[in-house]
C-alpha cells in the first residue's frame, strides 16, 4: 500500500524566513511525485511533477526536489501570500490515481 | 485555469435523502475522479473514470456510487446520505500521464 507522510503538520514563518516542507513515501515504483498548493474554501493547485531522484523544479520561491525516499520543498524568503496548505502525493507505476499526504499547513507572517 | 465546475457548492441534506453531486469539464479530458476530504485525513479517492461508462472504486467508495454517460460529466451519487458523509467533495480531471486539475469542490452537510 502507498503511503505518504508529510511534515510538519503545521509551520509558522515571519516574512523572509526560508525553511523545507518533507514529504516522506513508500510506493511500489514511482511514477511521480506531485506537489499542490490549497488555499482556505477551495480546490488544490497544482504546483510540481517530480520523476527520478535529483530532480529539482522551481516556480518563484519555491523549489521541489526529490530522493528515492523524500521530497522537499523549499520556501526561500516567503511572503504572506505563500500561506496555504501544501499538499504532497504519489503515483505508482501503471496506476492512474494518487495517493495524498494530509499536507502541511504554511502561515507567513508580515 | 482549467475547465472544471462542480454543482452544487453547498448542499445541506439530512440523513438518508439520497444525493447527487456534479462535476462538469469543458477539457475532454479522458480520466475524472471524485475526492472527498475531511481534517486529520487528507484527500482520499472516492471513485474515478477511464472513460465513458469505465469506473472504478477508490480506497473510501462504500455508500457512494457513480455515473459517467458522456465524456464531459461524472455524477456522484450518495444512496442514502449519513452525517458521516458530511465533507467536502472534489472532482479532478486529467490525461493519463498528466498531473490532475482540481474543481472547486462542494461543500455537503449532512444532518
Known amino acids: 500500500e502507498d503511503q505518504v507522510t508529510q511534515s510538519p503538520e503545521a509551520l509558522r514563518l515571519q516574512e523572509g524566513e526560508s525553511s523545507s516542507l518533507n514529504c516522506s513515501y513508500t510506493?511500489?515504483?514511482?511514477?511521480?511525485l506531485f506537489w499542490y498548493r490549497q488555499d482556505p474554501g477551495k480546490g488544490p493547485e497544482f504546483l510540481f511533477t517530480?520523476?527520478?531522484a535529483g530532480e529539482e523544479k522551481e516556480k518563484e520561491r519555491l523549489k521541489a526536489t526529490l530522493t528515492k525516499k523524500e521530497s522537499f520543498l523549499h520556501i526561500t524568503a516567503p511572503k504572506p501570500e505563500d500561506s496555504a496548505t501544501y499538499l504532497c502525493a504519489v503515483q505508482a507505476v501503471g496506476y492512474s490515481t494518487l495517493t495524498f499526504g494530509k499536507g502541511t499547513m504554511l502561515l507567513v507572517s508580515p | 485555469d482549467a475547465g472544471i465546475t462542480q454543482s452544487p457548492r453547498h448542499k445541506v441534506t439530512e440523513t438518508g435523502t439520497p444525493v447527487t453531486l456534479r462535476c462538469h469539464q469543458t477539457e475532454n479530458h479522458r480520466y475524472m475522479y471524485w475526492y472527498r476530504q475531511d481534517p486529520g485525513h487528507g484527500l482520499r479517492l472516492i471513485h474515478y473514470?477511464?472513460?465513458?461508462?469505465?469506473?472504478d472504486k477508490g480506497e473510501v467508495s462504500d455508500g457512494y456510487s457513480v455515473s459517467r454517460s458522456k465524456t464531459e460529466d461524472f455524477l456522484l451519487t450518495l444512496e442514502s446520505a449519513t452525517s458521516s458523509q458530511t465533507s467536502v467533495y472534489f472532482c479532478a480531471i486529467n490525461e493519463p500521464s498528466y498531473e490532475q486539475y482540481f474543481g472547486p469542490g462542494t461543500r455537503l452537510t449532512v444532518t
Open positions: 510506493v511500489s515504483g514511482l511514477r511521480g
Open positions: 517530480l520523476y527520478s
Open positions: 473514470s477511464y472513460g465513458v461508462k469505465d469506473t
